[in-house]
């Protein structure tokens, strides 16, 4: 096994950091790191947006659910998909491009660009010492995050991302076992055998909780994830990509 896998396998969501800011040098490093990723058809459709002023970053905390670790960080990320400056280049070599922003298939590469050049930015800072944590609660408030960031038609704020100096250790989660969630030649959809791995997951889930909060939690994973589904939540998102002008057809 060598390094690269082993700060992959060693991930884990960092919460606490300490109050150290992230150098130029560093900034300049992940984003690199984050242009590096794969993309398709070199479309490049994703923008990153670095937070360092504390009253937006207090704001970002408030209308991500009140987190305060995106207030309390190294460096504050804002991955977004990004088509604006297509229209731009539209505009540039005088050509008709609305039906293609406008479509599902753009608006899913501009989605998954912008996820693996944060991947990208993820790995880079875990293998540079730093700690990050993912924030999805960023999409609980979509109209005021735009407003707050000065987001133009054509981009989608997607989620956060803290970085850091951790202050403390956090620990590996378990992941569903190999066999559940690698199909070879087809998808296997046999449901009691699913079921029966599940089970088995559930088990180690609740151990790793009961050890974790000494006794005071032993959730089941998907006990927990029932609960979640159950209620859904940012209902207005299609309303909100259709309005910025984007997944239209």
């Not at 088995?200 to 994830?225: F, H, K, L, P």
């Amino acid at each position: 096994m060598n390094q690269t896998i082993e700060t992959l396998l060693q991930h884990r969501s960092i919460r606490k950091y300490e109050n150290r800011q992230l150098t130029e040098e560093q900034i300049q490093l992940l984003v690199a790191s984050a242009q590096a990723a794969s993309t398709s058809s070199y479309i490049q459709a994703y923008s990153i947006i670095g937070i360092k002023d504390a009253e937006k970053k207090k704001r970002l905390a408030e209308l991500s659910g009140n987190q305060a670790y995106v207030e309390t960080n190294g460096h504050f990320f804002v991955f977004c998909a990004d088509l604006y400056r297509h229209d731009v280049l539209a505009e540039m070599e005088q050509q008709g491009v609305s039906a293609s922003l406008e479509s599902t298939e753009k608006f899913m590469v501009a989605v998954i660009d912008a996820t693996l050049a944060a991947q990208n930015t993820a790995i880079a800072a875990e293998s540079m010492g730093l700690g990050i944590c993912y924030i999805g609660g960023l999409r609980n408030h979509l109209e005021e995050v735009t407003q707050l960031l000065n987001i133009p038609k054509c981009v989608i704020p997607l989620f956060g991302m803290t970085v850091g100096y951790p202050l403390e250790e956090g620990s590996v989660k378990p992941r569903l076992p190999f066999q559940h969630v690698y199909h070879e030649e087809a998808y296997k959809q046999d449901r009691e055998k699913m079921k029966q791995e599940l089970r088995s997951y559930n088990e180690v889930i609740s151990q790793y909780y009961s050890e974790r909060t000494e006794g005071a939690r032993a959730d089941t994973w998907t006990g927990q994830m029932a609960r979640m589904l159950a209620k859904p939540v940012r209902m207005y998102m299609k309303e909100f990509v259709i309005k910025q002008g984007l997944n239209k057809k």
